[in-house]
């Protein structure tokens, strides 16, 4: 594959505080890249150098063959919204689509397919302010992709949008990519990361602490995890010899075994105390992953 975008030993301060901290990693053409961490872990920073919003203390951001014209072929959703309230849908979309050099009855046309799909059409001539939280997320994330980029950065996309949008958010990602677009995806969110992403970076402290393609991140880290659905008290599972730490949500656990532990043993325990409905040794989820890669400071809920 192709590198579109490489990042290397990107640092950032503001006062004392170092945001980024040596941050390097690639971009590949028509792949989704994950770039994942807790709240305040320098993602929103790094995204900041990459679009031309800040310049980097030190270090190098390339585009393929030294393209200057790059950042013009970027099309960028930011964390917090940047739209303007007062201004109709229709109105802010073509406004969007001019300042990217985007003109024409194209404009009308792609609007008109983007508000359909988005379920937004009977909103055309709604103003900014009069939309759900939900639904201005799906008006930028339209004006993010309506001058047909080449690279789209996502920050947070899925902030403020219900299950249902979620899933179409996600459906058009895996759709982009098919097209052969190339996306950086900036998230918390590790289990929807681990739906989409072809390569991962975790960035922790201002740090890369993890960096390469999913399946082999997970492949190499074993099969030494347990995902459990029950019926039942499942309590009693943090207390086996076996386990090295627990994660429950409602009556599906997800269990880490300490090295060199059978499973089986797991299995016999549970056997007489809950029902099991589903019983599998597999590969750590990527929030587990991160756990491991980083310490016990960083437990809490990836969701």
Do not use: C
Not at 46 to 74: C, H, K, N, V
Not at 255 to 266: F, S
Not at 276 to 291: D, M, N, T
């Amino acid at each position: 594959m192709r590198e579109v975008l490489s990042v290397r030993e990107i640092v950032k301060t503001f006062g004392a505080v170092r945001a980024v901290d040596g941050v390097s990693f690639s971009v590949q053409q028509g792949t989704i890249t994950g770039l994942l961490g807790r709240n305040g872990a320098g993602k929103t920073t790094t995204i900041r150098m990459i679009t031309g919003i800040f310049l980097p203390d030190s270090g190098s951001i390339e585009w393929t063959d030294g393209d200057r014209t790059a950042q013009d072929r970027i099309g960028y959703l930011p964390e917090e919204r940047g739209l303007y309230r007062q201004m109709k849908i229709i109105e802010l979309l073509f406004f969007l689509a001019e300042i990217k050099g985007y003109r024409g009855p194209a404009v009308t046309k792609a609007i008109d397919e983007w508000l359909e799909r988005f379920e937004l059409t009977d909103k055309r001539n709604a103003r900014v302010e009069e939309l759900s939280k939900g639904n201005q997320q799906k008006v930028q994330l339209i004006g993010t992709l309506l001058h047909d980029p080449d690279l789209i950065v996502l920050d947070e996309p899925q902030s403020g949008l219900d299950p249902v949008n979620m899933v179409i958010v996600r459906d058009l990602l895996r759709e982009l990519k098919e097209q052969g677009r190339t996306i950086l995806l900036s998230t918390h969110m590790m289990g929807e990361a681990e739906r989409m992403a072809d390569d991962i970076v975790l960035v922790h402290h201002g740090k890369v602490v993890l960096s390469g393609p999913l399946d082999f991140i997970r492949s190499s880290a074993g099969k030494n995890t347990v995902h459990m659905e029950y019926d039942g008290d499942g309590s009693f599972l943090r207390d086996l010899p076996e386990v090295k730490r627990v994660t429950v949500v409602n009556n599906a656990a997800e269990i880490v075994l300490n090295d060199e532990a059978d499973p089986q043993n797991v299995l016999q325990a549970s056997l007489n105390r809950i029902r099991i409905r589903k019983f599998e040794l597999a590969s750590p989820s990527l929030e587990q992953i991160f756990i491991e890669k980083v310490g016990a400071d960083t437990l809490e809920v990836f969701s």
